[in-house]
């Protein structure tokens, strides 16, 4: 594994294809002085001062950090991983949390527009009551496995999900899918309806006006299976396309190889987009239930 001062870098507990990367204290306590140069609000305002912040957590590594997560984002044997600090302590906090992870994301590629807060970035809680129109803040459902960005225009090739707080929660787990991992990837993959275009929309929550078209299944460069998906926003137009899309949910949900993992808070993790799957389990009831999450997507530069 490799070794990187200020950092405890070892293979994820439930998965060999996640790195976990704990940041020891000291890079904590270096990390505080040129987070403080900005506040939220130029971060949202002024794009540049992103970079400048990544660029204050790389120069701790010598610039050997955003080399080593973007080998991992980008091999298809791991393409994920989770990173937090090593010790919680009070200087860890949400502001800290958006920064860590906007100098996370500012090292692998440029986020995109989210629509649902006008921002590079989303905030949001799941709480006991919702009344939204996705699964995203449904408590009491699972989210089932798929990939982000299906029903927009810009290209996701990873996603960034960071757990800021949460309260009185049990259940609500994280569940990641590797496509190779996956009992059916082949079968799915192979079937024509996987390389024929679906219609995408998106409920009025996402505040993305247009549909898209495009495949469930594609090829990367090796010829090896992609995805992009998710069980709410396709719009079968006839009986097959219904049909393969109630199989494919049946089989990804189904799956025995599927990680399972309560992330504690204070993580991020970052996953390639295109062959990671991701869901929630759901939580168990809680009238004071809350977790705040923040989530970036994005393209690699
Ligand atoms: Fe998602």
């Given amino acids: 594994m490799q070794k990187l001062n200020g950092f405890e870098i ?22 505080i002085f040129p987070f403080n140069k900005f506040n939220i609000t130029a971060l949202e305002y002024k794009p540049f ?9 790389d120069d701790l590594t010598n ?20 990173i937090s600090p090593k010790q919680i302590s009070s200087k860890i906090d949400d502001v800290f949390l958006v920064k860590l992870s906007t100098a996370i994301s500012h090292l692998i590629g440029t986020p995109n527009y989210d629509a649902m807060t006008g921002k ?43 757990k800021l707080e949460e309260k009185n929660v049990r259940g609500g787990e994280t569940a990641m ?27 009025k929550s996402k505040n993305v006006e247009y549909e898209v078209k495009h495949s469930i299944f594609s090829k990367d460069q090796k010829k090896q299976p992609q995805i992009s998906y998710i069980d709410q926003f396709p719009e079968p137009k006839n009986m097959e396309q219904g049909l393969f899309l109630q199989k494919l949910s049946d089989s990804l949900e189904g799956s025995k190889n599927k990680i399972v993992t309560k992330l504690p808070v204070s993580s991020l993790i970052v996953a390639n987009n295109h062959f ?26």
């Avoid at 439930?14 to 204290?25: A, L, T």
């Avoid at 899918?177 to 275009?197: K, R, S, V």
């Fill in 10 to 31: 070892t293979e994820y507990k439930n998965s060999k294809r996640i790195i976990d990367i704990k940041i020891e204290n000291e890079i904590i306590d270096k990390l």
């Fill in 63 to 82: 610039n050997k950090l955003s080399k080593f997560i973007n080998l991992i984002i980008r091999d298809r044997n791991t393409g994920c991983f989770i």
């Fill in 120 to 162: 590079y970035y989303a905030r949001f809680f799941v709480k006991h009551q919702d009344k939204s129109d996705s699964y995203l803040r449904k408590a009491y459902t699972n989210m089932d496995l798929h990939t982000d960005g299906t029903y927009v225009k810009e290209i996701t090739d990873w996603l960034l999900m960071t």
């Fill in 276 to 301: 990671w799957l991701h869901g929630r389990k759901s939580f168990k009831e809680n009238k004071n239930l809350s977790r705040e999450l923040l989530r970036i997507r994005g393209s690699f530069f």
């Fill in 177 to 203: 899918l590797h496509l190779d991992d996956w009992e059916h990837c082949g079968e799915l993959f192979n079937d024509p309806l996987g390389a024929q275009d679906f219609v995408w929309s998106s409920p």
């Fill in 49 to 57: 001062t992103r970079f400048t912040i990544a660029k204050s957590l």
